[in-house]
């Protein structure tokens, strides 16, 4: 299968700090990312889609300047916490779904990867 | 937009039982429904999916029930396994052609399978 990966699986940082997280589909390309939130025992929480060469959409109540969504390739997506609060602290995983024939339209997810803010 | 509801939020099971869980979504413009296993700490796996073209669908010990009429669906897991053991997610979309779709997660049921 299709396989998505991210990194760093894991970070700590500072607050006011900014970290980026790179999320990249390693054998397709995919005009469309997604990125989710997730809390411990909770469910995914879309944040926004991106799209390769446009602005990312946002779901409601995610902040645009506080989440930065790059898609500046067919295989690469970045999201950057910018000034990093201990309440952005989750885990965020992007997903991706192969485009072209022969595809049933399965998204495959990276591994996430943990902000841990200070 | 999307609402997905789903029940219930832990689901606790002897190895061999079978388990069920239920998801009810609002959309009746949805027409994928997958489902999702996450192990602790790991990424959600596709586990099975349907489309609302069909009404059940089968693979191995799981099978996944649609009535778009009462616009719930099912995840059936039967003869259980302690590695079943998991938080499953419910989804709904629209597709309509390409990729560029969200999926509207659950809120997630734990599974325990008891040995």
């Known amino acids: 299968g299709a396989v998505v990966s991210q990194h760093p699986s894991r970070v700590i940082c500072k607050s006011g700090t900014s970290v980026k997280i790179e999320c990249r589909s390693l054998?397709?390309?995919?005009?469309?990312m997604f990125w989710y939130r997730q809390f411990p025992k909770k469910s995914l929480m879309l944040m926004a889609t991106?799209?390769?060469?446009?602005?990312?959409?946002?779901e409601q109540g995610v902040e645009k300047d506080k989440f930065l969504i790059n898609h500046a390739s067919l295989t690469l997506s970045t999201l950057t916490v910018t000034s990093a609060h201990p309440e952005d602290s989750s885990f965020y995983i992007c997903?991706?779904?192969?485009?072209?024939?022969?595809?049933?339209?399965?998204?495959?997810f990276g591994e996430g990867s943990r902000l841990t803010v200070l | 937009g999307e609402n997905v509801e789903q029940h219930p939020s832990t689901l606790s099971v002897q190895e061999g039982d079978s388990a069920v869980i239920k998801c009810t979504y609002s959309?009746?413009?949805?027409?994928?429904f997958p489902w999702y296993k996450q192990e602790l700490g790991k990424r959600p796996q596709l586990i099975i999916d349907?489309?609302?073209?069909?009404g059940e669908k089968k693979d191995q010990r799981i099978a996944v029930t649609l009535n778009k009429t009462a616009k719930h669906f099912s995840l059936h897991i039967t003869e259980t396994q302690p590695e079943d053991s998991a938080v499953y997610f419910c989804?709904?979309?629209?597709?309509?052609?390409?990729?560029?779709?969200?999926?509207?997660f659950g809120k997630g049921t734990l599974l325990t399978v008891n040995p």
């Open positions: 997903s991706a779904t192969p485009s072209g024939q022969g595809y049933t339209g399965e998204l495959f």
């Open positions: 054998d397709f390309q995919a005009t469309t």
């Open positions: 991106s799209n390769e060469g446009s602005k990312a959409t946002y």
């Open positions: 959309d009746s413009a949805s027409n994928y």
């Open positions: 349907i489309r609302s073209n069909v």
């Open positions: 989804a709904a979309t629209l597709k309509s052609g390409g990729s560029n779709y969200k999926l509207t």
